[in-house]
């Protein structure tokens, strides 16, 4: 996926705005000299500012300035060029800069309240509380907007919504839905239909308060399931063409995808087909009642993923109201080429923690990450070199250019000359980078294969439910297909999400493999899809399928010192 631009706003702290007494006053190098100002990805909100403001940002202007910004460091160091590379900065900034959106950040909870009772300003122009998001609440931030741009820039975030009753902290996260880094997609062809919601009883260890030690007796208990929860389908010919548009040169299996009240993951998946060859009908029931040509619709979205449906009377109604306020559709991050899915990773603590082993598998599952310490410690050139190249390593292009974005003169001089790596400077740099990397092995952060991929919950499941079938799937019970894993010849694999919380969420499962599994799952090669039958999602610390990854592997250690 190509990446998302980035643009720069002030970042204060509330303790800073209250001792300039609520007026701060400098340009934008004085916050940049304060460490002041942080980048941001482009999302709704900002690019509705720039059409507010009329802010003079241009795709190809910049990249014109960038290009010239990067000549002339190749250039002699003269005060010519200088005064050009300043010059070309300062249009740069002028691209770059949003001064009317600011970030604040609390050092204590409940100090907003002072914010909203004095306001302030900078430069003279008073700033509002916006928004505060769910990841905004996180960091003790909240997002500020000059007050003579609020009124538009909140009824563009509304985008016509009805007021219906909530709760605050929703409507919090929901409005700031807008905040999140997008690239543009294609708006869809869209349905909505209700979430599938079931019942059922299964066998839990259930805690209970004991004194002194909780209380744990296994027992059979309802649960409520949402099967489905922040996950839709997209047929694979727009997954193509949103591909295309985000700058991929393969289909992704899954997207991240937003727009006003909308969030969640889309898989991939043929449900036209579906609708043709299984269900034998092609007319889906959305939320409002209405019905549905699945020929006429890109997208299948489930009613958890709309979060705002109520605000509207209809979908159409929906549609019409980000026509006019101006929404785009967006994607935040797609599923990796299968080819290019990262095999080997750091595990945390939270997952050795959990694992029940002595100390020949404590050795063992220690082994691959001590091998590579050694490894690049005893003076094997090649290893070395690639450890202290990091993402440099992987640069498919240029290689005099990848040479030249290196920093450190010492990795230059190896490269060139690589007896150098006897040397005692050399030597010692490489030993000291390396500590760092043993004391967070020691902390548990150790080398095993793994992959970490967007979680689907079975999607012929979903299309059953869609069309008025009993969603059963193709997965049994305490099995998953994963294409990757099925390809490595694993026939069970460990699932974990961070934070895990019991021992019981090292979630072992079942490779499941076939032809029929492999025909309709032909579009997800790079995803994890569990069952719709068992407790998977409370098993991957209450997981969702709104965006969710889980870190797999089918490490023997995992598997054995799973309790």
Not at 103 to 123: A, C, D, P
């Amino acid at each position: 996926m190509k990446k998302i631009q980035q643009f720069y706003i002030v970042s204060l702290t509330e303790s800073r705005i209250r001792n300039s007494g609520y007026e701060i006053n400098g340009s934008l190098q004085d916050f940049r000299r304060n460490e002041e100002v942080v980048a941001l990805a482009d999302n709704e909100c900002l690019r509705e500012i720039r059409r507010i403001t009329n802010h003079p940002y241009d795709a190809e202007m910049l990249n014109s300035f960038l290009k010239a910004k990067k000549n002339i460091r190749k250039r002699a160091k003269t005060p010519q060029n200088a005064t050009m590379a300043s010059e070309i900065n300062r249009k740069i900034d002028e691209q770059l800069f949003i001064p009317e959106f600011v970030t604040v950040q609390t050092e204590e909870k409940g100090k907003y309240g002072s914010l909203n009772r004095h306001s302030f300003t900078i430069n003279g122009e008073r700033y509002v509380r916006l928004m505060c998001g769910a990841g905004h609440a996180r960091t003790n931030r909240a997002m500020f907007v000059q007050k003579r741009i609020f009124k538009k820039l909140d009824e563009f975030l509304r985008c016509g919504c009805a007021d219906i009753e909530i709760i605050w902290a929703k409507w919090n996260a929901y409005y700031a839905l807008g905040s999140s880094s997008t690239a543009i997609v294609s708006e869809p062809r869209a349905v909505v239909i209700k979430d599938c919601e079931v019942e059922r009883t299964h066998l839990v260890d259930f805690v209970t308060h004991g004194d002194p030690q909780p209380v744990i007796s296994r027992e059979e208990k309802k649960l409520k399931f949402n099967l489905f929860d922040g996950m839709g389908l997209i047929s694979p010919s727009l997954a193509a063409k949103w591909g295309e548009e985000v700058g991929c040169d393969y289909v992704p299996s899954a997207f991240v995808v937003r727009c006003a009240f909308v969030k969640g993951l889309v898989a991939t998946f043929d449900f036209h087909r579906f609708a043709k060859e299984v269900a034998g009908k092609n007319i889906l029931t959305d939320i409002y009642g209405n019905e549905v040509d699945v020929n006429d619709i890109d997208i299948i979205l489930t009613e958890s993923q709309f979060k705002l449906n109520k605000g509207y009377i209809n979908w159409q109604s929906y549609i019409e109201n980000t026509h006019k306020y101006g929404w785009n559709w967006g994607v935040t991050k797609c599923a990796d080429k299968p080819s290019e899915i990262k095999r080997c990773m750091r595990t945390n603590y939270q997952f050795l923690q959990v694992l029940d082993l002595d100390d020949d598998g404590i050795e063992k599952l220690c082994s691959q990450t001590v091998d590579w310490i050694q490894g690049v410690a005893s003076g094997k050139y090649e290893q070395a070199l690639l450890y202290i190249l990091g993402s440099i390593a992987d640069c498919d292009g240029d290689p005099l250019e990848a040479f030249n974005r290196i920093q450190e003169p010492f990795i230059k001089s190896l490269i060139v000359n690589p007896l150098l790596m006897k040397d005692p400077y050399i030597r010692k740099r490489i030993a000291d980078s390396l500590y760092k990397r043993i004391r967070e092995a020691c902390m548990g952060r150790l080398i095993i294969d793994c992959t970490y991929q967007f979680l689907v919950s079975d999607p012929y499941a979903l299309c059953e439910y869609a069309f008025g079938m009993t969603p059963n799937g193709l997965i049994k019970e305490h099995e998953c297909y994963n294409a990757h894993w099925a390809a490595a010849g694993a026939k069970e694999v460990c699932a974990l999400r961070s934070p895990l919380t019991w021992r019981s969420e090292v979630h072992g499962v079942s490779v499941f493999d076939g032809e029929k599994a492999r025909d309709w799952y032909q579009y997800l090669d790079s995803c994890h899809i569990q069952n719709v039958h068992g407790l998977d999602s409370m098993l991957n610390s209450g997981s969702d399928m709104d965006g969710d990854c889980l870190f797999i592997t089918n490490n023997e250690q995992f598997l054995k010192g799973r309790c």
